[in-house]
């Protein structure tokens, strides 16, 4: 992260799994004409994948935000309760609510 601190979170995702999965090492022990097929058939999906990277960050999105909304609307609930209950000393929620 410090060499490219503007780098998006795909492109770290996708430098820790070329490392951790070998791919460099796996690619160079294809045969010729093997080697030859991955790299056209990456080439030839590329805007395929990229697709679907979108699809899934914007999913991604979209749940980071629900999440972010749902803690905001738990800590409104506990403020509320908190300034409800206070002045009124110990409460059971049961009887109370």
């Not at 503007?6 to 791919?23: G, H, L, R």
């Not at 979108?54 to 979209?62: A, D, M, R, S, V």
Request: with cysteine; proline share 3%; net charge positive.
């Amino acid at each position: 992260m410090r060499v490219k601190p503007s780098a998006s979170v795909s492109t770290y995702e996708s430098v820790v799994m070329w490392t951790n999965n070998k791919t460099a090492n796996w690619l160079q022990s294809l045969p010729k004409e093997k080697y030859e097929a991955v790299l056209n058939d990456a080439r030839h999906n590329y805007s395929a994948h990229l697709q679907k990277l979108k699809e899934k960050q914007k999913l991604q999105g979209k749940a980071i935000y629900r999440m972010v909304v749902h803690q905001i609307l738990i800590e409104d609930v506990k403020i509320m309760l908190y300034t409800k209950y206070e002045s009124s000393g110990p409460c059971s929620f049961r009887q109370d609510v």
